[in-house]
């Protein structure tokens, strides 16, 4: 598995991207439908979340309708806000020798940001907030001994962190080969050590001695 950074799309897509609208544009919110379900759907997981059990003694339910909020979340970020507020895009394709490379792209001539800045602005602060939250509730989940909860708060944690973490190598790929590396050499080393000491014979029995000589 390998991870690339780019400034241009390896693949084609039907609607080039970075020229999904145009540069400097005045207007407060170029993507106002979009900000609104970058918002709403994570928001109404949380909320979904801490209500539930007022409306609801089904703990199925709830933790169904909250998985969904969810996943929708976790889509509609990686795959049109991200793209349409930030510039940005993380990806993974199979090649024909079936290896896994994960792709974090910018947009065409910009580094960082947005065209509009309060999008940028709204765009990163629920992507680091939300995980935020999640971390609380996982917290007081553990500490109250409510474990299936607790799974449910870990499929949150994923999902979001997997987005949080896609956008920041987006946005800082320059770092990219030197984390890549040092993460390899110790993932190797552990894999390594475990290997050496499974494979490692134990220890000879020790042979009896006789108790005297006649």
């Known amino acids: 598995m390998s991870a690339t950074v780019r400034n241009d799309p390896l693949l084609d897509d039907t609607i080039p991207f970075g020229e999904e609208d145009e540069q400097g544009n005045p207007k407060r919110y170029s993507h106002p439908v979009v900000t609104f379900f970058h918002l709403f759907f994570r928001s ?3 909320i979904v979340y801490m209500l539930c059990g007022w409306f609801s003694d089904s703990f199925i339910s709830s933790f169904v309708f909250v998985t969904l909020l969810l996943s929708a979340d976790f889509w509609t970020v990686k795959n049109i806000t991200g793209r ?39 765009f990163w602060l629920a992507l680091v907030l939300s995980p935020a939250l999640w971390c609380i509730f996982f917290i007081v ?34 770092n990219k080969d030197l984390n890549s590396a040092a993460s390899d050499f110790v993932k190797t080393q552990i894999f390594k050590n475990a290997v050496e000491i499974m494979t490692k014979p134990g220890p000879k029995p020790p042979t009896a001695q006789p108790s005297g000589i006649v």
Request: charged share 15%; glycine share 10%.
């Open 84 to 122: 349409l507020l930030v510039g940005l895009r993380w990806w993974n394709y199979i090649d024909d020798q079936g290896v896994s490379h994960w792709v974090f792209e910018s947009k065409k001539g910009q580094i960082q940001g947005s065209p509009n800045p309060n999008e940028a602005r709204i």
């Open 141 to 174: 989940a553990l500490f109250s001994l409510k474990f299936k909860w607790l799974l449910l708060v870990m499929i949150a944690l994923a999902l979001n962190g997997a987005n949080l973490y896609g956008y920041i190598k987006c946005n800082f790929g320059a």
């Open 44 to 46: 109404a997981a949380i």
